[in-house]
């Protein structure tokens, strides 16, 4: 009998054929072990849920088929990271998620053709996660006190509409508004950072098809609109002020709100659903959890990508698809 090969080895094996973004090259040695194989630990740590590299090296540690597969494409020209190396190199992959994404998302739009029967909109918000630990109290941080060593000070306050206050993140995301979801653009940073400010580098990612930005009042912003115009987008944000509104485009702007409330905010609530943030992080830190967001982001995307090659549903399924993988 053939021995079936596990979904999570066909998974990290996508990597190996997905585009990388183009990098600028560097001086001096070339390092020993390529990104790539970086990359496929994060994807393992993201299904197996582990967040640290001990956890990794313990998984990969088991004798069976599957670890021994996984920990064959962990190898390069005979070598295996030491645990320095997986430290120091899982910390430095955080910077390269939102390139990585970008460049993955374009992809997945000109294979999955997400708008074929539609216009070429993106949805843009930022939805709050709760950092890991206690919270740190403003009067506290203006006095310099961390009263508990629980607290991730690197996290911040925001006030969100449907959560009330949130000490954390923000993870801000651009979403296809079509029959699939498709993450093309994200960051992640503390939870006090504006998402109009944030906005501009999700935008400049953005592939070259989308037309239309749709967001909520938090990106009501003359500079949005002018970089839009600029790259020869409209951007339709809802307006502040007493409701209702009467001014001419209301009715345009009202669908436009709700196609993309159905885009981001279902996304949003499936992507926590996936990977079990609807509480807390399960890192500390700003790196670390960027690590783990945005990474998150990443194998959703991979996991779309082998679900549209092994035609399988791309909305439904996909948390189970994870959890048995």
Partial sequence: MVPQISPLVLLVDLIDVIPSPAVDCKWGRPPTYPDRLFLKALVIMLVRDVTTVDGLLAILGRPTAEMQALRARLTCDGRFPARRTWERRLNRLPATLPARIACLGTYLVTQLQPWANGGHAVAIDSTALRARGGVWHKKDREAGIVPH??????????????????????????????????????ELTPANAADNETAPRLLAVLPDAVRFVLGDTNYQDPALHQDCAAADRFLVATRRGRYPHTDDGVEVRRVFHKLRSAAIENFNGQFKSIFGVHGSVPTRGLVRTQRFALGAVFVYQVTLLYRFEHHQDLRVGLKAFLKAA
């Fill in 149 to 186: 060593t629980s607290i991730d000070t690197e996290a911040h306050w925001t006030k969100s509409g449907w959560h009330g206050w949130v000490y954390g993140y923000k993870l801000h995301l651009a979403v296809t508004v079509a029959a699939v979801w498709i993450p093309l653009a994200a």
